[in-house]
């Protein structure tokens, strides 16, 4: 399996910015397909965005599109989650994950706060 640690949460205001890191060890990074989820207080987790393996496709929450954008370095082991125009309802525990073959998001990071004042 993959190991995913996040980093890069934080405190900020509304209609700011952050950048998140997922940083991967244990198996070949780029045998995954990698995601973003996030999980509100009180809510379930939700799904934010996902990369195919080389990072040629992408694929957003509605909730998020146009405003975050996923990234990855292949050869840095790393995932990337910018943020921008974030909003109050962003707020969030943000968790990267890995998907096997069969598509599964089986391996998941310890999450990173993001919180954003009004």
């Known amino acids: 399996q993959v190991q995913l640690v996040e980093s890069g949460g934080g405190l900020v205001q509304a209609g700011g910015s952050l950048r998140l890191s997922c940083a991967a060890s244990?198996?070949?990074?780029?045998?995954?397909?990698m995601g973003w989820f996030r999980q509100a207080p009180g809510k379930e987790r939700e799904f934010v965005a996902r990369i195919s393996r080389w990072g040629s496709s992408t694929y957003y929450a509605d909730s998020v599109k146009g405003r975050f954008t996923i990234s990855r370095d292949n050869a840095k082991n790393t995932l990337y989650l910018q943020m921008n125009s974030l909003k109050p309802e962003d707020t969030a525990i943000y968790y990267c994950?890995?998907?096997?073959?069969?598509?599964?998001?089986?391996?998941w990071g310890q999450g990173t706060q993001v919180t954003v004042s009004s």
């Open positions: 244990g198996r070949t990074f780029s045998g995954y397909v």
């Open positions: 994950a890995a998907a096997g073959a069969n598509g599964d998001f089986g391996s």
